[in-house]
């Protein structure tokens, strides 16, 4: 057939294997060539079943997401599973590995589905802006009613066989091999003289018209909420299913699906789910030898250094935890149980595995304790001497060719690795706290830093489920860079005019889930005071320089942990409400400075806070810290609550105009130089007419 499908004939039953690794994607070729396997398949008079199976690990796992956004080749995904649909000759799809996307909808083509028990089934599109596009929206309601089959779309989670066998979707389990079991089931159905079983024509779904009816009508008001569009589309689609004749039904489908796909929306989440897999991707890794991770060692037990321990035990590695003293070691042995507690009452894992995982971590005061660790990972309180002090005790006991990670915000890494024999050894991982919730990994790489080490920590952030991005030492290095931007233009609208409320409004309404005023009284302001303090001796006088903040700690206020910071807090609440001494604070400041407060609306304060961001990635860019835009986006909405259909600062840019988002930049240059002044970038960019996606190589 072609290079991606092949055709067989065995005993009656033609074979159709498709074998397009890694995952089968669903790409022009499997397409062509499982459409003429089929028709092959109903003409040839010796085939009296079909059986479409898959090489590999897993049936096909989805479309190829590159294809979106551009003229598709035909014949596209929904004309390959109507011709499968419409085999004269019954055809069965034997499903392993994850059927997810265009590859569940070629199942559901098939007229009868066996699976191997470990598989899942997906419609994952909506993850994308989009919405099943190959007849999902029609074919799944016609077997299991609009509940699940919303349940399946607008969530994009994928489901167990077991799941998906209780719908109805799959007619039977299978504990072997499932290629050899589908190939007996159907030589069975041609044996008894089965017919086909089209899904099209399948009601059992429709049988409860009051239960279809009230889920729609549930999602319909769930969909509203939505910034995109495609929920929508797929509540209306799958209440076509049930009203409308099934090729209107497929018709509207394939409306809807070219109605999102090149939406804003779904070009940014396109843009998100590459910009993921390209941040994996760095120079590092081109020859490089790993170094052997096993075990592994967390000096210090507090919050950040538990939460780390946690991310490691969960993914099988033994950890040694060190604290300075016995009752230090305690607290945190006790959180590290806690929140296993938690996940065990809110039934995420069996009693069995929280033993299993509290069995790998062990505890100590004896630093020397380390020795026989592989990597060693430093998360003591976020000063440089303190750093330095520990530095110099694991230089002294960690073995030759053991890394030494620095868990750190905001320090220099070349200085820290400076001050001991071995810095190539020496590299940031700077986690997100929760660490063993949030997934960000920023891997910072200092000048000394052996390749290796770079590499090793990539493969280790897959193990431990996080999502790395290269970073290179600067203060903040990306994330909390951009973040300092971000926050330096809301404190600029605060002194002129804004005030906490409105700014976060104003960003919660662009897509944050809290603005940054709200995150300030979450995390504490006491954090971001303490690097205002260590910076203020090489800051600028001549840089505008806005004092809210530090007066509001001078004063005790430090969020939510105190009751009150930017926003005041009742007992035992997390809701904060305006402060009217906090409005006062900033009109001193204001008066102080004889600024006469204007308002501000909420595109520009949007506008503002966006090309800060956007011109703080394009100065990381120049001096190198970042390797590409993208890798900035993926650190924005991982790190930060950045709107993942929003693309991230670099895409929003990119979506607004760079000369438009330039030109802003220009405008606003008076009001502090050295902050709104446009990165070089802009204009080399613009000249040229490029956009900083092109920037983002393949």
Same mark, same amino acid.
């Given at each position: 057939?072609?290079?991606?499908?092949?055709?067989?004939?065995?005993?009656?039953?033609?074979?159709?294997?498709?074998?397009?690794?890694?995952?089968?994607?669903?790409?022009?070729?499997?397409?062509?060539?499982?459409?003429?396997?089929?028709?092959?398949?109903?003409?040839?008079?010796?085939?009296?079943?079909?059986?479409?199976?898959?090489?590999?690990?897993?049936?096909?796992?989805?479309?190829?997401?590159?294809?979106?956004?551009?003229?598709?080749?035909?014949?596209?995904?929904?004309?390959?599973?109507?011709?499968?649909?419409?085999?004269?000759?019954?055809?069965?799809?034997?499903?392993?590995?994850?059927?997810?996307?265009?590859?569940?909808?070629?199942?559901?083509?098939?007229?009868?589905?066996?699976?191997?028990?470990?598989?899942?089934?997906?419609?994952?599109?909506?993850?994308?802006?989009?919405?099943?596009?190959?007849?999902?929206?029609?074919?799944?309601?016609?077997?299991?009613?609009?509940?699940?089959?919303?349940?399946?779309?607008?969530?994009?989670?994928?489901?167990?066989?077991?799941?998906?066998?209780?719908?109805?979707?799959?007619?039977?389990?299978?504990?072997?091999?499932?290629?050899?079991?589908?190939?007996?089931?159907?030589?069975?159905?041609?044996?008894?003289?089965?017919?086909?079983?089209?899904?099209?024509?399948?009601?059992?779904?429709?049988?409860?018209?009051?239960?279809?009816?009230?889920?729609?009508?549930?999602?319909?008001?769930?969909?509203?909420?939505?910034?995109?569009?495609?929920?929508?589309?797929?509540?209306?689609?799958?209440?076509?299913?049930?009203?409308?004749?099934?090729?209107?039904?497929?018709?509207?489908?394939?409306?809807?699906?070219?109605?999102?796909?090149?939406?804003?929306?779904?070009?940014?989440?396109?843009?998100?789910?590459?910009?993921?897999?390209?941040?994996?991707?760095?120079?590092?890794?081109?020859?490089?030898?790993?170094?052997?991770?096993?075990?592994?060692?967390?000096?210090?037990?507090?919050?950040?250094?538990?939460?780390?321990?946690?991310?490691?035990?969960?993914?099988?590695?033994?950890?040694?935890?060190?604290?300075?003293?016995?009752?230090?070691?305690?607290?945190?042995?006790?959180?590290?149980?806690?929140?296993?507690?938690?996940?065990?009452?809110?039934?995420?894992?069996?009693?069995?595995?929280?033993?299993?995982?509290?069995?790998?971590?062990?505890?100590?005061?004896?630093?020397?304790?380390?020795?026989?660790?592989?990597?060693?990972?430093?998360?003591?309180?976020?000063?440089?001497?303190?750093?330095?002090?520990?530095?110099?005790?694991?230089?002294?006991?960690?073995?030759?060719?053991?890394?030494?990670?620095?868990?750190?915000?905001?320090?220099?890494?070349?200085?820290?690795?400076?001050?001991?024999?071995?810095?190539?050894?020496?590299?940031?991982?700077?986690?997100?706290?929760?660490?063993?919730?949030?997934?960000?990994?920023?891997?910072?790489?200092?000048?000394?830093?052996?390749?290796?080490?770079?590499?090793?920590?990539?493969?280790?952030?897959?193990?431990?489920?996080?999502?790395?991005?290269?970073?290179?030492?600067?203060?903040?290095?990306?994330?909390?860079?951009?973040?300092?931007?971000?926050?330096?233009?809301?404190?600029?609208?605060?002194?002129?005019?804004?005030?906490?409320?409105?700014?976060?409004?104003?960003?919660?309404?662009?897509?944050?889930?809290?603005?940054?005023?709200?995150?300030?009284?979450?995390?504490?302001?006491?954090?971001?005071?303490?690097?205002?303090? $260590?910076?203020?001796?090489?800051?600028?006088?001549?840089?505008?320089?806005?004092?809210?903040?530090?007066?509001?700690?001078?004063?005790?206020?430090?969020?939510?942990?105190?009751? $009150?910071?930017?926003?005041?807090?009742?007992?035992?609440?997390?809701?904060?409400?305006?402060?009217?001494?906090?409005?006062?604070?900033?009109?001193?400041?204001?008066?102080?400075?004889?600024?006469?407060? $204007?308002?501000?609306?909420?595109?520009?304060?949007?506008?503002?806070?966006?090309?800060?961001?956007?011109?703080?990635?394009?100065?990381?860019?120049?001096?190198?810290?970042?390797?590409?835009?993208?890798?900035?986006?993926?650190?924005?909405?991982?790190?930060?609550?950045?709107?993942?259909?929003?693309?991230?600062?670099?895409?929003?840019?990119?979506?607004?105009?760079?000369?438009?988002?330039?030109?802003?930049?220009?405008?606003?240059?008076?009001?502090?130089?050295?902050?709104?002044?446009?990165?070089?970038?802009?204009?080399?960019?613009?000249?040229?007419?490029?956009?900083?996606?092109?920037?983002?190589?393949?």
């Amino acid at each position: 057939m072609n290079d991606h499908v092949t055709y067989e004939v065995q005993d009656g039953v033609a074979v159709l294997t498709i074998a397009h690794p890694p995952v089968n994607a669903l790409s022009f070729s499997v397409r062509s060539g499982l459409f003429d396997a089929v028709e092959r398949a109903d003409s040839d008079p010796t085939v009296r079943s079909v059986l479409i199976r898959a090489d590999g690990r897993t049936f096909p796992a989805g479309a190829d997401v590159r294809e979106f956004g551009k003229p598709r080749a035909k014949p596209i995904l929904s004309t390959v599973v109507a011709r499968i649909e419409a085999c004269s000759k019954p055809v069965v799809a034997a499903v392993q590995g994850t059927a997810l996307g265009g590859g569940f909808e070629i199942a559901l083509g098939a007229h009868y589905r066996l699976a191997d028990r470990k598989a899942r089934f997906g419609l994952p599109e909506v993850g994308l802006g989009v919405l099943p596009g190959g007849g999902g929206t029609q074919r799944v309601p016609r077997i299991t009613g609009a509940g699940p089959a919303l349940d399946l779309m607008l969530s994009g989670k994928p489901i167990t066989a077991e799941k998906a066998s209780d719908l109805g979707l799959v007619d039977a389990l299978v504990d072997g091999d499932v290629a050899t079991a589908g190939f007996a089931f159907a030589r069975d159905l041609a044996d008894k003289g089965a017919a086909p079983r089209p899904t099209c024509e399948r009601r059992d779904g429709f049988n409860d018209v009051a239960t279809y009816s009230a889920a729609i009508a549930v999602r319909r008001v769930e969909a509203a909420k939505s910034s995109l569009a495609a929920p929508g589309k797929i509540v209306d689609c799958v209440e076509a299913a049930m009203l409308l004749p099934f090729e209107t039904g497929i018709a509207m489908e394939r409306a809807a699906f070219d109605d999102c796909e090149n939406s804003e929306g779904a070009r940014s989440l396109r843009h998100a789910f590459f910009a993921e897999r390209r941040a994996a991707k760095v120079p590092e890794l081109d020859g490089a030898t790993l170094r052997e991770v096993n075990t592994i060692g967390v000096v210090g037990a507090g919050t950040m250094g538990t939460g780390i321990a946690v991310a490691c035990l969960d993914a099988g590695f033994p950890v040694t935890l060190v604290e300075r003293d016995d009752e230090g070691l305690v607290r945190g042995v006790e959180r590290i149980d806690a929140i296993y507690e938690r996940s065990l009452t809110k039934g995420r894992i069996d009693e069995a595995t929280r033993d299993l995982r509290m069995g790998l971590l062990s505890g100590t005061t004896r630093m020397e304790d380390l020795g026989r660790v592989d990597l060693v990972i430093e998360a003591v309180f976020e000063e440089t001497s303190v750093k330095e002090g520990v530095f110099a005790q694991l230089d002294g006991v960690m073995k030759p060719g053991a890394i030494l990670a620095t868990n750190t915000s905001y320090l220099d890494i070349n200085s820290l690795a400076a001050t001991i024999s071995r810095p190539e050894d020496v590299v940031g991982y700077h986690f997100f706290s929760p660490a063993n919730i949030m997934k960000l990994l920023e891997i910072v790489v200092a000048d000394k830093t052996d390749p290796n080490v770079v590499a090793t920590g990539f493969a280790l952030a897959k193990k431990l489920r996080k999502v790395p991005v290269r970073a290179g030492v600067t203060d903040g290095f990306i994330g909390n860079r951009i973040l300092a931007a971000y926050r330096l233009a809301a404190d600029f609208m605060l002194e002129d005019g804004a005030t906490p409320a409105q700014i976060d409004a104003a960003m919660r309404a662009y897509g944050f889930p809290v603005g940054p005023y709200q995150v300030l009284d979450i995390a504490g302001l006491d954090i971001s005071w303490a690097r205002r303090k $260590r910076l203020a001796a090489t800051r600028d006088p001549a840089h505008r320089y806005v004092t809210v903040g530090d007066t509001l700690c001078e004063r005790g206020w430090f969020g939510q942990k105190s009751g $009150r910071g930017y926003y005041l807090y009742d007992e035992g609440s997390r809701v904060g409400r305006e402060d009217p001494e906090v409005l006062q604070v900033i009109a001193e400041a204001r008066a102080a400075k004889g600024i006469t407060p $204007r308002s501000f609306t909420t595109e520009e304060i949007q506008a503002r806070c966006l090309g800060a961001m956007a011109n703080e990635g394009a100065r990381l860019l120049e001096e190198g810290v970042a390797l590409r835009p993208s890798d900035i986006d993926v650190v924005l909405f991982y790190g930060y609550g950045f709107p993942r259909w929003r693309g991230g600062p670099m895409m929003a840019a990119d979506l607004r105009g760079l000369l438009v988002v330039e030109n802003e930049l220009k405008s606003w240059v008076e009001e502090a130089p050295e902050f709104w002044t446009p990165s070089p970038l802009w204009d080399e960019l613009v000249k040229n007419g490029r956009h900083f996606a092109d920037m983002n190589g393949d």
